[in-house]
């Protein structure tokens, strides 16, 4: 029985995983901790040798694991859902660590993991016949494409990941897992722990510095790559894959609209906007980025938001009443830093927050901001910020702000909040997002694809959709007479 095989792993030391084997590199570097600004583990670096070793036995694992029945696989993927379970507080500790996050944080992650972990086996890939008759048949069948590479951002280390390597590996992939070098822990102990469960090859990981993106998107042996990430760098590795006719899926940058109508509960709604605004300091794609209140109730609802978010709690990984942890990297803390610094140039108002002093203490920390009705021109309405800072606009018509929400180059997810279900969805189905929620936001399950429009990304994770793009799709024609 699964219960008792001890999938337990220790977390002192981290390896990439090749052929099942953990394989150290020449060269090594340490991520940092975003609460401390103290060097973590050593992490490999990886060249194009090691890049070589992983896809040859990624190769090479593919003829035997595509032959297995898709319930089959789905029982390797069982097993691997117990095995990460047993390892949960350890996960839990390992993302405040490297990622930055708090406890509740921390735990709300591995909820999202284990979601996914135990729902996509379930998932089928399904035979279709358009033409079925006594003369012939045809059959659209889903074969899987081979090698396939995950490139997973720093902000949802183990998530954003699992959500692709699952899929890939039910279809009948094999699967290599390329974290961040903000954040490569996590990802290495996922892929030990999948060395206990999975054939050889099936499952890798490798970690390195920015040049390992290239040598994988690169690689011939690659069938596809799925990228989580910048709209900036989905684009380079969109080119890159081109010269191979790679197949892509990317999930890029969000700048998500929140449009609240004039007869919401303002109470609860301000809580449920604020928090999907603020979790995780901003620090996700799918955040709120844009909220737009009616003017009947822009100020109510301003202070409402205002009182809510200063009430919230900033700590540390190791504080369990922290909402907010540190941003997770100094190249992010920098950028947002200059965004912040827009405030005081660009004379916006502030109704919580605003611009940092000089940096005083340990980790990487920025204070919860919230810019009132700035201008629709401005940086913090037209970019992503990514942090914890979000504009607060006034709208009084509804084709005017369905206008202002859809002329952003982005189109993650967009939300419409109104106690006329009826109005808020004749709203919400006129937004250009690859998701669109009424009265929710960030609302997700491992059976419903998300992914981006627009500049937002190409192709979409999860679900039977998600399922289908680690898939060519092949026509199969039978003729019943000989």
Request: hydrophobic share 40%; net charge negative.
């Amino acid at each position: 029985m699964a219960s008792e095989v001890d999938y337990r792993v220790s977390f002192d030391s981290f390896h990439n995983v090749i052929n099942n084997k953990l394989a150290t590199t020449a060269e090594t570097f340490h991520a940092i901790c975003p609460s401390t600004e103290e060097p973590l583990w050593e992490a490999p670096v990886s060249t194009q040798e090691d890049v070589d070793q992983a896809v040859s036995a990624a190769q090479a694992a593919f003829p035997a694991w595509r032959k297995l029945s898709q319930d089959e696989r789905a029982e390797y993927l069982n097993r691997f859902a117990d095995a990460i379970e047993a390892n949960t507080q350890e996960f839990v500790s390992l993302l405040g660590k490297e990622a930055g996050k708090p406890p509740q944080a921390g735990g709300f992650e591995m909820f999202l993991v284990m979601g996914l972990a135990r729902e996509t086996p379930k998932l089928r890939l399904k035979e279709e016949r358009p033409v079925d008759d006594e003369d012939r048949t045809a059959i659209v069948r889903y074969v899987p494409l081979g090698v396939g590479v995950g490139i997973v951002p720093w902000n949802f280390p183990l998530t954003l990941g699992i959500g692709k390597l699952l899929p890939a590996l039910l279809a009948g992939n094999t699967f290599i897992w390329k974290p961040s070098p903000y954040s490569p822990y996590s990802a290495l102990k996922l892929a030990e722990i999948g060395a206990k469960i999975f054939p050889p090859g099936v499952f890798q990981a490798l970690s390195g510095k920015d040049d390992l993106g290239p040598m994988l998107t690169n690689h011939p042996g690659v069938a596809k790559i799925s990228f989580t990430g910048s709209t900036q760098t989905g684009k380079k590795i969109m080119a890159a894959c081109a010269g191979t006719l790679k197949r892509v899926t990317l999930e890029l940058g969000g700048n998500d609209v929140a449009i609240v109508c004039d007869d919401v509960d303002i109470e609860q709604v301000v809580a449920k906007v604020a928090f999907f605004a603020f979790v995780h300091g901003g620090q996700i794609c799918m955040n709120i980025k844009r909220v737009y209140v009616h003017e009947n109730i822009y100020d109510k609802f301003l202070a409402a938001m205002v009182d809510f978010v200063k009430n919230l709690k900033t700590g540390d990984h190791t504080d369990a009443e922290a909402f907010f942890g540190p941003i997770q990297n100094s190249m992010q803390y920098n950028k947002l830093r200059d965004m912040y610094s827009e405030i005081d140039k660009q004379g916006w108002k502030t109704a919580l927050g605003g611009a940092p002093g000089e940096k005083e203490g340990k980790g990487y920390y920025l204070p919860a901001t919230i810019v009132d009705n700035p201008p629709e021109d401005s940086r913090i309405v037209v970019e992503e910020p990514f942090g914890p800072i979000v504009p607060v606009l006034k709208w009084s018509d509804e084709e005017d702000v369905i206008s202002r929400a859809n002329a952003s180059k982005l189109g993650l997810g967009a939300s419409v909040w109104s106690k006329d279900v009826d109005r808020a969805r004749r709203i919400a189905e006129q937004l250009e997002a690859g998701s669109i929620w009424v009265n929710t936001h960030f609302e997700l399950a491992p059976n419903v694809p998300f992914g981006g429009h627009k500049e937002s990304g190409l192709g979409m994770d999860w679900g039977e959709v998600g399922l289908k793009g680690w898939c060519n799709p092949q026509a199969y024609w039978i003729k019943h007479s000989g």
